[in-house]
Nanobody, 122 residues
Framework: QVQLVESGGGLVQAGDSLRLSCAASGRTFSSYAMGWFRQAPGKERESVAAISQSGGVTYYADSVKGRFTISRDNARNTMYLQMSSLKPEDTAVYYC???????????????WGQGTQVTVSS
């Protein structure tokens, strides 16, 4: 089992950058594929990015490709989401999740953090 805690959210202006972190407890972080998801008010949770256990394989939603970068530091039990050129439509609660495979689907993940709010003003 792994426990996840997101941090780094906040209020920024369009065009700004922000880095989210997801800190994991336990010694088995490196055995989990990880993902970032987001959910805006009134919308379904959507996949943003996913990363394999080693970090060698990554996936991105088309809406963030070229602007967001997912990474992980297994020595620090931490995953990151570097977000650049932020847009108002990126406003959402961002969640990190851990699972067996780096899928771009919420149902593939077993453990979830509590979320961190990202608000992008125009």
């Amino acid at each position: 089992q792994v426990q996840l805690v997101e941090s780094g959210g906040g209020l920024v202006q369009a065009g700004d950058s922000l880095r989210l972190s997801c800190a994991a407890s336990g010694r088995t972080f490196s055995s989990y594929a990880m993902g970032w998801f987001r959910q805006a008010p009134g919308k379904e949770r959507e996949s943003v990015a996913a990363i394999s256990q080693s970090g060698g394989v990554t996936y991105y939603a088309d809406s963030v490709k070229g602007r967001f970068t997912i990474s992980r530091d297994n020595a620090r039990n931490t995953m990151y989401l570097q977000m650049s050129s932020l847009k108002p439509e990126d406003t959402a609660v961002y969640y990190c999740a851990a699972g067996r495979l780096p899928r771009m689907a919420p149902r593939a993940y077993d453990y979830w953090g509590q979320g961190t709010q990202v608000t992008v003003s125009s």
